[in-house]
């Protein structure tokens, strides 16, 4: 192996790199609101008038504000990401690129990296701790952020790769999460952003009677379908309905003495303690939400972090998904065809994306919508979504607070349900319900200047953004 | 002098009367485009049911439903009626 070069500063980069030459790059975003890499490398951008570049973040927090002044400067031609939310989202919602947005998926977007569908020049990689031959994990340094999963596809694709760091050690690292073979260069700063900013609003358990009692019915629906057994796997995501059917299902799992052969995705306190309780067997990480989780990644070896490739792309032979039984997931809309929204609000605007939703809904046995019907009067379930992020025939279930709704197209599961208490409902009666609290929206004007893509991750586009 | 009930929150609004030459309804809503038809009328036909005709009314609404807006209204009307007295 050998040493890499080091740069001292970023204003460094453009005595390296041919930074108006390669246009395509990439960032990751495990440090979510707390990265300052994005902003710092994407103003040296702005400084050398770099035209027409293509960015692939895989997703754009309301911190990356530099991307703003590039966007306004007009020096950004396209925007690839997962999921994107605040002010760029807001601007891009209303300013048409002079490409388009392609708004991908978490295993899609690792699949077109790997089979070379996408074209990096420069992954930009945020690595909390490196070593000199470019070998990085996330977990330990001064600015942690746990499982390094959205940045292992592109560290083997790029043609370039550069790792900014904090903390650049003299030893040599075993078992990397990022393979110094792939990596050109390694770029040494102050910090590379703040740990507390990973930890988002959403990863607090719910104690809104709504919440609580969609979490109660979710674990009965998840019991009545017998999919409570030993050795059973499950992802929940972060959100606060989903960790209480989390916790729910902690206290029947010891009520029933049986433990979960793995849970998968994004992370939390909640999903360590089980692990650490013994009701699971292992933890396979592709993001941590708090720090509790990236404590459990340094001492516990059940918990592992895993690539992108490997918890979601279809084309990849190990990936964890595939073995999933349970997904909870969430929706800003949802739709007669079970078509669901997280991407747009419901006038359009750019709120969000997919991240690993459709990823997860496509491979686990069953999904689970898990909702309010009725968000500040707006109702969930519309004719038709604003914007579809994942497409019905993935999803199975809807659990609301005024019932449940199965997706026809899963007979098997209403057969099963068939004979039990559960409040079982069409999707149109729910809405129905909801309607007679909110009444009966007014229909919106459609919009009609595409701006962007859905592409699934299958990599047909599924529908399109327009501009409001 | 005005009054108000209410609050800028999610799923709430907040209502403020003050007297005025004649009735006056001024909407702010972020569910506007779908409901501003419904939100105006609940206003208006609670005012009348009160007898009241010459009040400019502001509602600063964040998603509240019909009964919600009712109870404020009519927690500001019984406000503004008390500042009488």
């Known amino acids: 192996m050998t040493k890499k070069p080091i740069i001292f500063s970023y204003k460094q980069l453009p005595e390296e790199i041919d930074i108006h030459d390669f246009k395509n790059i990439s960032f990751h975003h495990h440090l979510r609101n707390g990265d300052t890499v994005l902003n710092n490398v994407l103003q040296i951008y702005e400084n050398e008038h770099v035209k027409k ?98 940045a292992i596809a592109d560290a083997q694709k790029a043609k370039i790769v550069v790792l900014i760091t904090d903390k650049l050690i003299d030893t040599k690292l075993e ?20 740990t507390q900013g990973i930890v988002s ?17 979710t674990t009965s629906l998840i019991k009545e379908l017998g999919l409570l057994k030993n050795g059973f796997s499950f992802q929940s995501g972060a959100g606060g309905i989903s960790l209480r059917v989390t916790e729910n299902l902690k206290e029947e ?22 692990l650490e309780a013994g009701l699971v067997d292992k933890l396979y990480d592709v993001q941590c939400f708090d720090l509790a989780a990236i404590n459990s990644l340094r001492k516990n070896t059940n918990h592992m972090p895993i690539s992108a490739s490997v918890y979601a792309n279809p084309e990849d032979p190990n990936q964890v ?41 496509s491979e686990s046995k069953v999904s689970i919508i898990v909702s309010p019907l009725i968000r500040s009067r707006i109702p969930l379930i519309k004719e038709r979504v604003t914007t579809i992020t994942t497409l019905g025939k993935h999803i199975d279930c809807l659990v609301t607070e005024r ?66 | ?39 105006e009328l609940v206003l208006k036909q609670t005012l009348a049911g009160h007898n009241i005709t010459h009040v400019k009314l502001v509602i600063n609404d964040k998603g509240a439903l019909d009964y919600t807006i009712k109870a404020r209204l009519e927690t500001a009307i019984r406000r503004m009626r008390d500042l009488d007295e």
């Open chain 1, 53 to 150: 570049l293509n960015l692939f973040p895989s997703a754009i927090f309301p911190a990356y504000t530099k991307i703003l002044d590039l966007l306004k400067n007009n020096q950004i031609n396209g925007i690839t990401t997962n999921y994107m939310n605040g002010p760029v989202a807001d601007y891009l919602s209303h300013q048409p690129l002079p490409g388009k947005i392609t708004m991908q998926t978490h295993g899609g977007r690792a699949r077109r990296i790997l089979n070379n569908q996408t074209t990096l020049d420069i992954a930009y990689i945020a690595s909390p701790y490196v070593d000199p031959y470019g070998n990085a994990i996330g977990y330990k340094g001064k600015s942690v952020f746990g499982s390094m999963g959205y």
């Open chain 1, 175 to 194: 078992d990397p999460e990022i393979d110094g073979s792939y990596v050109d260069y390694i770029l040494q700063v102050d910090s590379i952003g703040d």
């Open chain 1, 201 to 217: 609003g959403t990863t607090q358990i719910t104690t809104n009677p709504i919440g609580v009692k969609i979490a109660k019915q």
């Open chain 1, 253 to 274: 799992m010891v009520h029933l003495g049986i433990t979960a052969s793995f849970f998968s995705g994004g992370i939390t306190q909640y999903h360590v303690d089980m």
């Open chain 1, 321 to 361: 998904i595939k073995d999933l039984d349970i997904v909870i997931l969430g929706a800003t809309e949802i739709d007669y065809d079970f078509n669901v929204n997280v991407t747009t609000d419901s006038h359009g605007k750019i709120i969000g994306g997919s991240g690993g939703h459709s990823d997860t809904a």
């Open chain 1, 403 to 468: 019932g449940i709704a199965i997706n026809p197209k899963r007979q098997d599961l209403i057969d099963k349900l068939s004979k039990t208490n559960l409040p079982l409902k069409t999707i149109k009666q729910l809405q129905e319900e909801a309607f007679k609290y909110t009444k009966q929206p007014k229909k919106l004007k459609k919009y009609d200047t595409m701006i962007g893509d859905i592409q699934d991750r299958t990599n047909k586009i599924i529908d399109h953004l327009y501009k409001k």
């Open chain 2, 1 to 39: 002098m005005n009054v108000s009930a209410g609050s800028y929150e999610s799923n709430d609004c907040l209502i403020t009367l003050e007297p005025a030459a004649e009735l006056e309804c001024i909407i702010h809503s972020v569910v506007k485009e779908q409901f501003g038809e419904q939100i």
